[in-house]
């Protein structure tokens, strides 16, 4: 197991899955991607996350973003389970999820973190960009369910650096005034973005968001 890095081409990887089998690369195709882990099927935290994430279907949609979820336990479980998801969650599960029984995936993307249990998964997330290259790493404890808001947040913000060279400062929401990157002179950025540069400081310029009108 190589470490992965922000910046790293994702591994790719032959799985089974609830939709069946993917060739991770291929199943991503020219959509950015979200692969995340979750401990355990039939567990409080991961059905109320996997329930989320199915609600959430068209606003990945509209970012272009397919999500495929995973766990170390096997497809006949995860079936069972989704009728669980959908029933409790009020939702239809509308995403694969990868049944990693033997751990490659798991081992590949380093979603097993020993030190916290030495079989299961902890809650890992990667965001893959169109050109499949690593872009976001984090992960949760099994006790915390993620917020994907959040996630949704820093997809957003990620596609903003990647199609318009803007960051997004602290706290920022869809919305609000974003960051000249760093790389842009003053000069060029005041004929790049057109509604308007702030020169707060030579290092520190704003923007209102420039894919909105
Ligand atoms: C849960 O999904 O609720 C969970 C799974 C593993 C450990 C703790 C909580």
């Known amino acids: 197991m190589a470490t ?3 910046g790293d081409e994702a591994p790719n990887f032959n799985a089974n899955s609830t939709e069946g089998s993917i060739n991770f690369h291929e199943w991503l195709g020219d959509s950015w991607g979200i692969l995340f882990s979750h401990p355990a099927d039939y567990t409080p935290v991961c059905t109320t996350e996997l329930g989320t994430v199915a609600k959430y279907k068209t606003e990945f949609e509209k970012r272009n973003v397919k999500v495929v979820a995973l766990s ?3 497809l006949e479980s995860h079936k069972g389970w989704i009728n669980d998801i959908n029933e409790t969650q009020n939702t239809t599960v509308n995403f694969p999820i990868i049944a990693d029984e033997d751990r490659k995936v798991s081992e590949l993307y ?13 809650r890992s997330v990667f965001v893959i ?3 499949k290259k690593v872009k976001l790493i984090i992960t949760y404890p099994a006790s915390t369910g993620r917020n994907f808001d ?3 947040r820093v997809i957003d913000s990620l596609q903003l650096t990647a199609y318009h060279k803007v960051a997004t400062p602290a706290n920022w929401k869809n919305g609000e005034h974003v960051v000249v990157s760093p790389a842009i002179s003053t000069a060029d950025a005041k004929n790049i973005f057109t509604k308007g540069v702030e020169e707060v400081k030579p290092y520190l310029r704003m923007t209102p968001q420039p894919n909105l009108n």
């Open 4 to 6: 992965i890095r922000l």
């Open 110 to 122: 380093d979603m097993i973190h020993p030190n916290a249990d030495s079989k299961l998964t902890v």
């Open 72 to 74: 170390v336990d096997g």
């Open 150 to 152: 959040e996630l949704l």
């Open 129 to 131: 960009g169109d050109d």
